[in-house]
């Protein structure tokens, strides 16, 4: 469609010239209150995406359809969640695409396991473990706002009561302590699976390669991300003064299987 249409229940970014940014939704009748003034949503409604709107103070926003970045800069989150600096090459390391089997631990608000969601398409699957309640329940919450629950089987469980799951084509490990769980990860990885976990520190990422370098696994890596983004200027183009410097590191690896496994796992 070349136009797409705002509607009832649409969730909508509305953005300002000046960088100020509200996500919503859309219901008829009702309003939206922000310190640039209020929105009526009457004025949204049967529009298409990219319409400009008037507050009542005068302000112009703009509706657009929100992305993976928007989506996960505004969700609800009580846990540190995987920045998409960070997430998208995740993505791709990992080769998650439409008909991917994927376990995602721990979910925490459920950052990772949407982006997978909206990857693995109708025919794949997101396993996502978490242990705690209240994050289980927080990524439900968030994991169904954004419309992906079909695709995902979220478990409240812990993982050191084991995965259910077995040949599956790729791992994301988010938890404190990842190198407690190779030997797991390794069992339920098919062979050519990927894997991935992520570490604050340096010392952690020791541990982990320790682990990864006993089991049958290839390709191991270790990356770090920087992004810097520059102030859209054209007459005095230059970064912000600003970055998010550390985010994590991502340690990558792939499943091989043992010479005398013949396939078997
Ligand atoms: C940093 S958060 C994960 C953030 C998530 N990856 C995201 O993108 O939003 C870590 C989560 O792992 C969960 N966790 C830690 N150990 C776990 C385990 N053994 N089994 C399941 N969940 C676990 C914690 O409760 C917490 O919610």
């Avoid at 699957?125 to 995902?152: P, Q």
């Avoid at 005095?236 to 340690?251: C, G, K, Q, S």
């Amino acid at each position: 469609m070349a136009h797409p249409l705002i509607e009832e229940g649409d969730r909508v970014f509305l953005v300002s010239d000046d960088g100020e940014e509200f996500l919503t939704v859309v219901r008829i009748g009702g309003k939206f209150g922000t310190h640039l003034g209020v929105v009526d949503f009457n004025d949204l409604i049967g529009k298409p995406y990219g319409t400009p709107v008037k507050t009542s103070k005068g302000k112009t926003l703009y509706a657009v359809d929100p992305g993976y970045v928007e989506d996960m800069f505004h969700m609800k989150r009580k846990t540190q969640v995987v920045y998409p600096k960070d997430s998208g090459f995740i993505l791709m390391k990992l080769n998650v695409h439409e008909g991917s089997r994927v376990v995602d631990v721990g979910v925490g608000s459920g950052a990772m396991s949407y982006l997978f969601a909206k990857a693995v398409g109708d025919s794949g699957k997101v396993y996502a473990y978490e242990r705690r309640e209240d994050f289980y329940k927080l990524a439900f919450e968030n994991l169904s706002e954004w419309g992906v629950m079909s695709k995902v089987e979220l478990k409240l469980k812990d993982i050191s009561y084991g995965i259910d799951e077995m040949n599956v084509d790729a791992f994301f490990l988010d938890v404190p302590y990842p190198w407690e769980y190779t030997d797991e990860v390794w069992k339920v990885l098919r062979g050519g699976g990927r894997f991935c976990t992520i570490v604050p520190t340096t010392n952690q990422v020791q541990e982990i390669l320790k682990k990864l370098q006993k089991l049958p696994f290839t390709m191991i890596e270790v990356w770090e991300s920087f992004f810097r983004e520059y102030k859209p200027v054209p007459e005095r183009l230059r970064p912000y003064d600003r970055m998010v410097a550390h985010t994590t590191y991502m340690i990558f690896a792939t499943k091989v299987l043992r010479g005398d496994c013949h396939g078997s796992g």
